[in-house]
């Protein structure tokens, strides 16, 4: 069974603070891996994607990707009231069309 | 460019009745994936097609479940008949090349009473 692991939180920051956000993954062959937000009684919309390790940003976010730890994050940076949400790691396991969601991550920015 | 486009948006319906939730992708996708949201089980994957074949329909949870595509540009999702635990909403997404994210619709809140 592929699993895609995220702490379900809540996690409470701050505004302006450094949110991180964790997942690891069991399938070892998986390339391609997402972050989406979801807000509460919207449907997930994609943030990020990375596929090499090492770092990549984008504004305000930034993913890391680890394939030998099985690890992936989600770094935001001065974090808004606006940025409250659900964050969902995705993984697609190799050779297939398939993707494996975490449950997800409730995130807090408090003002 | 539109998004992916589900309907309806909500549905309300007794136990035992036919559901049918649509599902537009977007133009030039060739990959369409439903899945179900709950509080209890998160996202999950019911069924996927690419380039209008299901692939992998392991997630359907019973016979009472099916999908089609019977084109590019369209794919249905049924449920006959309905019980009270398939109440979830329903999202449909769709995705261009194999290593591109997936796209999601708005969803469908479907209640069966």
């Known amino acids: 069974q592929k699993e895609v692991e995220q702490n379900s939180g809540p996690l409470s920051v701050p505004e302006g603070a450094i949110a991180s956000l964790n997942c690891t993954y069991s399938?070892?062959?998986?390339?391609?891996f997402f972050w989406y937000r979801q807000y509460s009684g919207k449907s997930p919309e994609l943030i990020m994607s990375i596929y090499s390790n090492g770092d990549k940003e984008d504004g305000r976010f930034t993913a890391q990707l680890n394939k030998a730890s099985q690890y992936v994050s989600l770094l935001i940076r001065d974090s808004q009231p606006s940025d409250s949400a659900t964050y969902l790691c995705a993984v697609k396991l190799e050779g297939t069309y398939k993707y494996i969601f975490g449950t997800g991550t409730r995130l807090k920015v408090l003002a | 460019d539109a998004g992916v486009i589900q309907s309806p948006r909500h549905e309300v319906t007794e136990m035992g009745q036919e559901v049918t939730l649509r599902c537009k992708p977007i133009s030039g996708h060739n990959s369409l994936f439903w899945y179900r949201q709950t509080m209890m089980r998160g996202l999950e994957l019911l069924i996927y097609?690419?380039?209008?074949?299901?692939?992998?329909d392991s997630g359907m949870p019973e016979d009472r479940f099916s999908a089609k595509m019977p084109n590019a540009s369209f794919s249905t999702l049924k449920i006959q008949p309905s019980e009270p635990r398939d109440s979830a909403v329903y999202f449909c997404a769709s995705s261009s090349y194999s290593n591109q994210p997936q796209h999601f619709g708005d969803g469908t809140r479907l209640s069966i009473l």
């Open positions: 097609f690419n380039n209008n074949v299901p692939i992998d």
């Open positions: 399938d070892r062959g998986s390339q391609s």
